[in-house]
């Protein structure tokens, strides 16, 4: 199951690495925070830029989050399990670990990737029509109910998905491929 740590924004690498020295491995499965890919314009340039999704929190998964979190108070960084009714800590839900999953292409059992990021949003590559956005492929595709705006100056996508039990918005790097315009005689 997937929980979600709250951590201080910045601190998400640090604190992955605490837990990694400090926490039994056995005691949990991955500990992640996903990263976007977008392309930015610096000096007439598109640059290629990875920036946290959901800056200031960490997933992990756990099947003792019970325990887990007893031992993460131990590690010397702010961090707090979210989703605590009462006595029970409350895993994300299924709808929202799909869409975790579907937008970084990974799997509740993914390791690392060959570049060394676990957790990554990729581009998605949208073709731009006289009146609409086609998405090819990537993370946005399929996710046209969710897809808010798409402002192709800056390469992004403004998504709401649900996170946390609440409605929260994220930004998702594109890339453009191509413009048809097609004229009416």
Aim: aromatic residues 6%.
């Amino acid at each position: 199951m997937y929980y979600v740590i709250q951590v201080s924004p910045g601190a998400e690498d640090k604190t992955e690495t605490m837990i990694r020295e400090l926490v039994a491995d056995n005691m949990y499965g991955r500990c992640f925070h996903p990263l976007r890919h977008v392309r930015k314009k610096f000096h007439g340039e598109w640059v290629d830029q990875h920036e946290k999704l959901l800056p200031g929190y960490v997933f992990i998964t756990s099947g003792n989050i019970r325990e887990l979190s007893q031992t993460l108070k131990r590690v010397p960084v702010l961090t707090k399990v979210l989703g605590r009714d009462e006595e029970q800590f409350i895993p994300l839900s299924s709808d929202e670990v799909e869409w975790l999953e579907q937008i970084t292409g990974q799997t509740s059992n993914a390791g690392e990737s060959e570049n060394g990021v676990e957790c990554e949003a990729g581009l998605s590559l949208v073709l731009a029509e006289e009146d609409a956005i086609t998405v090819l492929s990537g993370p946005l595709k399929n996710m046209e109910g969710k897809i808010k705006k798409i402002n192709l100056h800056k390469r992004i996508a403004e998504v709401e998905v649900e996170f946390m039990g609440r409605s929260t918005v994220i930004y998702l790097g594109v890339e453009m491929v191509g413009r048809t315009n097609e004229q009416v005689n």
